[in-house]
């Protein structure tokens, strides 16, 4: 668990960064303008707002549960060629060179970074499009659907951290706990607290950064664990339905040794 609080954590402090993404998306299904967002986000009520996030969370996960179980066919792949962890390495590895460059951009030194494909922007476009017309509370879940569409490197860093868990449901959990550290500001931008996100904004993308960074250390490193794994909680559900108390088909060398005494 100590990886999806570190998540939580990190997301947290960068949630301004997704307020400056995500604002005009906000703007998009409240049907106002980038100067209306106040007026127009507190009029469609909480229905709508709950729904833009309820499909990010959606959206979040199902790409989480996805880079996860790519990691765990990464681990096995690593695991033939006798490395061990490989997902996390590789995980860690990216995660640091985007934080480096992000501080690098924030220094005034120009990295290229990748944008996106254009027929990628142009396909996000035209379904966003189509559901223009729609009620305000369809419209606003499948903007959040589509969010994981977007060209954004903060998100796609911890679907990179997600993938490095090696396990879908790690990577399903990494991206409940970064949808959870976004939660309160595309809140507050929803109720027309966006102003907040200005200064908060200016001064948090470095310490996001490095929050990165260090994140994709602790990966390659092999000091974050989720000890999530789907066996795992299929093991728990047994547990559970059994009365609470493991059972043990077949006993362990240490059980087997005593019985022989």
């Known amino acids: 668990m100590t990886l999806a609080l570190a998540v939580l954590l990190a997301s947290l402090v960068g949630s301004p960064h997704c307020a400056g993404m995500c604002g ?19 009029g469609v009520g909480g229905w709508a707002h709950t729904a833009y996030n309820g499909g990010r969370l959606f959206s979040y996960v199902a790409l989480g549960t996805l880079a996860g179980a790519a990691g765990a066919g990464l681990d096995a792949a690593g695991r033939l060629a006798g490395l061990s962890r490989l997902a996390a390495i590789v995980a860690g590895t990216l995660m640091v060179g985007w934080g480096v460059s992000r501080l690098g951009v924030l220094g005034g030194i120009r990295v290229p970074m990748p944008g996106g494909s254009a027929s990628a922007r142009a396909a996000l476009g035209g379904l966003l499009a189509r559901a223009r017309g729609r009620p305000p509370v369809v ?12 060209p954004c490197g903060w998100l796609y860093a911890f679907v990179v951290t997600a ?15 970064f ?41 390659i ?41």
């Not at 005009?24 to 507190?42: E, I, K, L, W």
């Not at 419209?139 to 977007?150: E, F």
């Not at 949808?179 to 500001?185: E, I, Q, R, S, V």
């Not at 109720?191 to 996001?208: D, E, K």
Request: hydrophobic share 50%; proline share 5%; glycine share 16%.
């Open 139 to 150: 419209r606003a879940a499948a903007t959040g659907l589509l969010t994981t569409l977007l």
């Open 221 to 261: 490193a092999g000091k974050l664990r989720t000890d999530i794994t789907l066996p795992a909680l299929l093991q728990q559900a047994s547990d559970a339905a059994s009365g609470g108390e493991p059972v043990n088909a077949v006993p362990s060398s240490r059980e087997a040794s005593h019985a022989g005494h």
């Open 24 to 42: 005009g998306f906000v703007c998009f299904y409240a049907g106002g303008s980038a100067g209306t967002a106040g007026r127009a986000s507190a």
């Open 163 to 177: 993938a490095g868990t090696g396990s879908a449901a790690g990577g399903a959990l990494v991206m409940l706990a």
């Open 179 to 219: 949808w959870a550290g976004t939660l309160p500001m595309l809140v507050a931008v929803g109720v027309g607290a966006h102003r907040l996100a200005g200064p908060l904004g200016r001064r948090l993308p470095a310490a996001s950064a490095i929050f990165v960074v260090a994140l994709g250390l602790l990966s």
